[in-house]
């Protein structure tokens, strides 16, 4: 389900009938019923949005935990067990999940920049230049992905700075094949990114 669905009103509630025990909206939930997720996030988002909040420092980031775990509601709500527990507590433990997800993945940020920083012999780079540096570092690791041919010459092109002639002159390959390369290259990377922005390091 999307972001949609969790942020759609529980129209049965909408029309003034009586709340449900949270019993209920477990039960609906398992079932598939779309309404008991929008109830779910009525009564819990402030809870896990004020977890996230805590544990991260960021509203931002804290906003996306909460829509992550919905999210994670909904696709895990066959394996909730209402004789492990309530359906609250459950969804506390996928919050805490999810937390330690974000906090593993901005680690892994931290990590692989100031790695950077060290290879280059410059030391951590400064905060601003941090995203920056970051972007280098995942389009080099996504581009290492490419076949042999493309690498070649999407390399050249960004670090070189040739344009396609030029690279057709360097290489001895027809210019309409570099310019193939280029643009089966490009689409090709440009999947990577989207599928994988942040590879483990």
Do not use: N
Not at 20 to 46: F, H, I, K
Not at 109 to 123: K, P
Not at 142 to 167: G, K
């Amino acid at each position: 389900m999307t972001e949609q669905l969790i942020a759609a009103p529980a129209s049965r509630w909408a029309h003034g009938e009586a709340d449900l025990t949270d019993e209920e909206v477990a039960r609906g939930l398992v079932a598939g019923d779309e309404a008991c997720l929008a109830e779910a996030y009525r009564r819990w988002s402030g809870l896990v949005h004020t977890l996230a909040r805590r544990s991260l420092g960021d509203a931002e980031e804290a906003a996306d935990v909460t829509q992550q775990v919905f999210l994670g509601v909904w696709r895990g709500r066959g394996g909730f067990r209402p004789e492990r527990g309530a359906i609250g507590g459950w969804i506390v433990g996928i919050t805490r999940r999810k937390i330690a997800d974000a906090l593993s993945a901005r680690t892994r940020r931290t990590d692989l920049v100031a790695a950077v920083g060290s290879a280059s012999g410059l030391g951590a780079p400064a905060a601003g230049h941090a995203e920056a540096v970051l972007d280098r570092v995942l389009v080099q690791h996504q581009l290492a992905r490419l076949p042999a041919a493309q690498q070649r010459v999407l390399r050249l092109a960004f670090y070189a700075d040739l344009t396609q002639t030029q690279i057709a002159d360097r290489t001895g390959w027809p210019l309409g094949t570099v310019k193939s390369h280029a643009r089966r290259g490009l689409r090709q990377l440009r999947g990577y990114l989207e599928q994988d922005p942040h590879p483990e390091p």
